[in-house]
């Protein structure tokens, strides 16, 4: 297996926007743009951002529930982007993605047996008997017992329906899991639950995962490093330690700053972010941060897209800041017209 089980590489997807009485496209959403993510194996990844942002696509894309508009995924050393038919089969034994709704997954009409062995069915595991065993054996795995694989998604409370998204998806024993904020639609109590059977599992089945969510006191207890994505591209890759400690990006800074403290007599440094979120039918020129950004410079951050550097003294933490990572040393300041 590559060192890095995913490589991405200018990954980019365009919805297309259609009008007229000819349905002709006469605009697009800009979902992902130009998108670089690598994935070590073994290790668990964060992504977060905004709700809009794309992240979601992103992991879509990545299990190929998406295809790319450009750009290229590598999965263990092969070229996935376009992989059709038998092919892309084969590979998708190897990652599987677990829903942000539990109960929207699952077929209400279908037993919870049934839904987490159609994957064994499908990849060629004609023995029934066998089929039903290594069910029972991953019900108990997630929690559950084997009992439960005859009953339907509608006699299950919330957590315990993620736990069954959680089966389904690792039955086929998985080297990739993209998580698409699978605590979200939870209680808070049964948040804190899911997330330790997920980094149990992740060390027990040996996962590399892509835990995709908004809330980064969410991200912080599962994530080896973390990739934060605001309106289509990533603007700081950083492991969990340094960037909760000493964040590159204003715009994670922000984030950070909006995580509850459960403390009554600490200082709330809460950063308020002006202006609207940008549209992904027309995102600005240059960094997209740039309008809401407390540091922008006119000339620079509004005209240069940022590139996702390493500061000068620092080689593994990046940022897609001209400020923070130095690059603004090497531009010119354009005049702004009145």
Known sequence: MAENL???RNLVKEFPIKGGVFQRQVASVKAVADVDLDIPSGQSIGLV???GCGKT?????LVRLLEPTSGTIKFDGEDITHVKGQKLKRFRRRMQIIFQDPYGSLDPRTQVGASI???LRLHGVDDKDERQERVKEMLKLVGLKGAHAGRYPHEFSGGQRQRIGIARALILKPDLVVADEPVSALDVSVQSQVLNLLKDLQAELDLTLLFVAHNLAVVEHISDQVAVMYLGRIVEINDRE?????PLHPYTEALLSAIPIPDPDRPKNRQILSGEIPSPLNPPTGCHFHPRCPIAVEGICDVEVPALLAPEEDGYR???CHLRTGAQQHLDPRPVEP
Do not use: D, F, P, Q
């Not at 696509?57 to 894309?61: A, E, I, K, N, P």
């Open 49 to 51: 951002g905004e709700s």
């Open 57 to 61: 696509t992103l992991g879509r894309m």
């Open 117 to 119: 062995s159609e994957g």
């Open 242 to 246: 340094s960037l909760y400690r000493k």
């Open 6 to 8: 995913v490589e991405i």
């Open 318 to 320: 990046r940022a897609a």
